[in-house]
C-alpha cells in the first residue's frame, strides 16, 4: 500500500511539473508572437515590453555588448528607424529548454523581410520569471 501512494504520489507530482513547464513554454511563445506582432508594425516600444525593464538586461550583438532596457531601445529605434527598415518580423523557435524553476533559454532563427534588404540570423535568449511575469534578461543575436 505504502508503495502504492508513494507512486501515485510522484506520479501527480510529474504531472505537475510537466504542466506547469507547458504552461511556462506557453507564456514564452506568447509574448514572442506578441513580439513578432508589434516588431512588424514598427512599435519598437511594444517590442520590448518581453524585455526586462531594468538596467541589468544586456543584449550582445555583432555590435558587442548592450546594458540596460533604455539602451536596448534606442539602439534599436537607431537601427530600425522605419516601417521599410524593421520590416515584417517572423520567428523560428528551434528549442526552449528549462535552466531552472524560473528561466528558459529559448534557441532559434529570425527573418526579417523588408524592402531595405532582407535580414536572418540566429538567436539565443533567456526569459527569466520575475515578480510573476516571463521577461527576457539576456538576448544574444547575430
Not at 516600444?45 to 533604455?70: A, H, I, P, V
Request: charged letters at 25%.
Amino acid at each position: 500500500m505504502k508503495n502504492l501512494i508513494l507512486l501515485f504520489t510522484l506520479f501527480i507530482a510529474s504531472s505537475n511539473f510537466a504542466q506547469t513547464d507547458a504552461e511556462d513554454k506557453a507564456a514564452i511563445l506568447k509574448i514572442m508572437k506578441n513580439q513578432e506582432k508589434a516588431w512588424s508594425a514598427n512599435d519598437l516600444e511594444g517590442f520590448m515590453q518581453g524585455y526586462w525593464k531594468s538596467d541589468s538586461l544586456k543584449f550582445y550583438g555583432s555590435n558587442g555588448l548592450t546594458k540596460g532596457w533604455q539602451q536596448t531601445l534606442d539602439k534599436y529605434k537607431k537601427g530600425y528607424p522605419t516601417k521599410e527598415h524593421s520590416g515584417t518580423l517572423n520567428f523560428k523557435i528551434n528549442d526552449i529548454s528549462k535552466i531552472s524553476d524560473n528561466s528558459y533559454w529559448v534557441m532559434g532563427e529570425y527573418f526579417l523581410k523588408r524592402s531595405v534588404g532582407d535580414a536572418n540570423g540566429i538567436f539565443m535568449i533567456i526569459f527569466k520569471k520575475i515578480n510573476g511575469e516571463w521577461k527576457i534578461v539576456a538576448d544574444t543575436s547575430c
